[in-house]
Each structure stands twice: as C-alpha cells, then as structure tokens.
C-alpha cells in the first residue's frame, strides 16, 4: 500500500536554528499538507499546498514557516528561527483531490525537539 | 469556526466487547465530513471511518461503526469485538469545503485482556 514517507523520525535542533523537515508524498497525489501535535494536545492544521502553491493556512503558519516542493517528489517544511514552543510531532499528509471524500493519507511524523 | 469535542479523554474496555467514543461539532454548514482517526502508539494517523454529512446512513467499517446524529452534531465511534490492537488515541475530526481538518483532543482507549 502506496506510504507518505516522513524524514527524518526525530530530530533535535537548537533554539534560533533553522530546521528543514521532509516529506515524499504519494506519488499521483496532488494535494499536499503539514499537520503539528504538540505533545499531549490536538493535531493542528498548519498549511495546506496545490499546484507549487499555499492553498490555505492557519494562523500557526506565520512567517518563520515556509513550504516548498523543491523536486517532482519532495515537499519540505522550513522552520527559519526555531522556538522552544515549536517542539511537537510534525505530520505530513497528501491527498489525490481536494474534496473530502479522497481522504488524507498521513505520514508517521518527524518528532521535533527545540533545546 | 468549527469545533469538535471529545468529552472522553481516557476510555477502557475489556477485550471482546463493546465500546463508544463519543463526538460533538458546532458548524453552521451543511455539507462537510466526519472522520476518526486512530494513532497508536507509533504515532501514525490512520483513518478508521469516514461519514459524509448529506448521507443519512451510518458508516460502517467491519468493527467500526459510527452513529451520526446531525441534528444534535454528533459523531459516535462504536467498535465492537475490542482488540489488543485496538489500544491507541482516537481522534475525531471535521472537514467542509476547505483543506483543513479540525481535530477534537482525542480520547484514549485502553483494552485489557
């Protein structure tokens, strides 16, 4: 069965540093997103893109993230000046449309650690 | 804005019954889309059962079963015949016409043997 693929599992980054967080979504999905758990609370939605751009974000989404989908395969979220409070599970996801009924199929998240 | 509820965070069941996860929503649209949502403890989310609101019949996949209630809002998870498996978080989640899917807190289903 066709895997969002998330690199890497955990990662450990110093407050003030950039961090690049990795995703290989389905191939023929066309629909791409970055979900936030903070531990212990809700899955966030922070950025939804289409077509090589932001369709929608939420107010989490500020200006020290950014999203891009640098090659046919890839799509990364960029953290530019890493906080403590941005320690959560991040998850990728992709879908093949944008309706609702084609579902999300979710990546099994990269751990960020802010020290 | 949309909001779900989960009002259950912690719930038990013995292997081989029943259980309910209960879930609540406030929109004022009428078109959008119910889901739940398993993480276990691998940290995945895994789509359990989806209900589309204009469809009055209740989703049903194998174990799980929901009970939509739209005029009340509200979205129950029932899972019959519980599994060891079946231990993890469970989220309820809510989607319109828009990309983002609107989580609940989650509830925590523990199965003991």
């Known amino acids: 069965e066709p895997e969002v693929t998330q690199t890497p599992s955990h990662q450990v980054t110093q407050m003030g540093q950039e961090v690049i967080l990795r995703c290989v979504p389905i191939?023929?999905?066309?629909?791409f997103y970055w979900y936030r758990q903070i531990l212990g609370q809700k899955v966030e939605f922070l950025v939804s893109f289409y077509n090589n751009e932001i369709s929608e974000k939420s107010e989490i989404f500020d200006d020290q993230f950014s999203v891009e989908r640098p090659d046919g395969s890839n799509f990364t979220l960029k953290i530019r000046s890493t906080k403590l409070e941005d320690s959560a599970m991040y998850f990728c996801?992709?879908?093949?449309?944008?309706?609702?009924?084609?579902?999300?199929?979710f990546g099994s998240g990269t751990r960020l650690t802010v020290v | 804005a949309q909001t779900v509820t989960q009002s259950q965070p912690e719930m038990s069941v013995q292997e081989a019954e029943t259980v309910t996860l209960s879930c609540t929503y406030d929109t004022s649209e009428s078109d959008y889309y119910l889901f739940w949502y398993k993480q276990p403890p691998s940290r995945q989310m895994i789509l359990v059962i989806r209900?589309?609101?204009?469809?009055?019949q209740n989703a049903t996949e194998n174990r799980f079963s929901v009970n939509f209630q739209k005029a009340a809002k509200s979205f129950s998870l029932k899972i019959s015949d519980s599994q060891l498996g079946d231990a993890a978080m469970y989220f309820c989640a809510y989607r319109n016409s828009g990309y983002a899917l609107n989580f609940g807190k989650g509830t925590s289903l523990l199965v003991t043997p």
């Open positions: 209900q589309e609101a204009y469809k009055q």
């Open positions: 191939s023929n999905h066309l629909y």
């Open positions: 996801a992709s879908s093949e449309g944008q309706g609702a009924n084609y579902g999300y199929t």
